[in-house]
């Protein structure tokens, strides 16, 4: 079965750059999320799409903006890059259907080093 | 707000031993999701299971298995006699079924040695 698409699976940038991730959530899916996972730690949630509309925001930095295409596929913009935003970035998708309480599947993650 | 407790930081055991990963929640939902994912050394987070507030009857997958009680807020995963592959962080999670989110515990590292 098809899964998340996440691209690219490693990111090096240096300090002040500009990082780019791509998610291509699981077909039919109208949901997508992504989370951050520093070193050691849970993954925290960033931001939320449903249906091409920011849905929900959680600790997401001024300096990172995201959006969902009409194709559904969603992009993380992250920019003036600092060497805490190193970290594995995890996009996931979900059916939200007429219940909003369905799995959320995860991609396999993008890591980013920022040098 | 929510909140999600994993005591275990680590926990490590030698192969074929069962060990239960503790998970215990907070909410003011009186309707909500619990989960668990499995997230390898390699780094995906693997979905394991879904369970319903509403619904607290145990489940059980092969070696895996469940223990839900509403009353002591408690969501715990059994796994029987583990086998190496078993090595992972465990998460467990919840999610309102208002907002869309999930809220994570901080893991549990689990080494299963041979």
């Known amino acids: 079965a098809a899964g998340v698409i996440q691209s690219p699976r490693h990111l090096i940038k240096e300090k002040r750059e500009t990082a780019t991730l791509k998610c291509y959530p699981i077909p039919r899916h109208d949901t997508v999320y992504w989370y951050q996972q520093g070193p050691g730690q849970d993954p925290q949630f960033l931001i939320s799409f449903y249906e091409k509309m920011q849905s929900d925001k959680g600790s997401i930095p001024d300096r990172f903006s995201a959006q969902q295409f009409s194709d559904y596929h969603s992009e993380l913009n992250m920019s003036s890059l600092e060497l805490g935003d190193s970290a594995l970035y995890f996009c996931?998708?979900?059916?939200?259907?007429?219940?909003?309480?369905?799995?959320?599947?995860f991609g396999e993650g993008s890591w980013l080093t920022v040098v | 707000a929510q909140k999600v407790t994993q005591a275990q930081t680590e926990i490590s055991v030698v192969e074929k031993e069962d060990v239960t990963l503790d998970c215990v929640y907070e909410?003011?939902?009186?309707?909500?999701?619990l989960f668990w994912y499995k997230q390898p050394p390699s780094g995906e987070l693997v979905f394991l299971i879904r369970r319903n507030s509403f619904d607290e009857q145990n489940e059980i997958s092969g070696r895996y298995s469940w223990n839900f009680q509403k009353s002591t807020s408690s969501f715990n995963f059994t796994i029987t006699a583990s086998q190496v592959v078993d090595s992972a962080v465990y998460f467990c999670a919840l999610r309102r079924t208002s907002g869309s989110r999930l809220t994570f515990g901080e893991g549990t590292q689990l080494t299963v040695n041979p």
């Open positions: 996931a998708s979900s059916a939200q259907g007429i219940s909003r309480a369905n799995t959320i599947y």
């Open positions: 909410t003011r939902d009186t309707t909500y999701y």
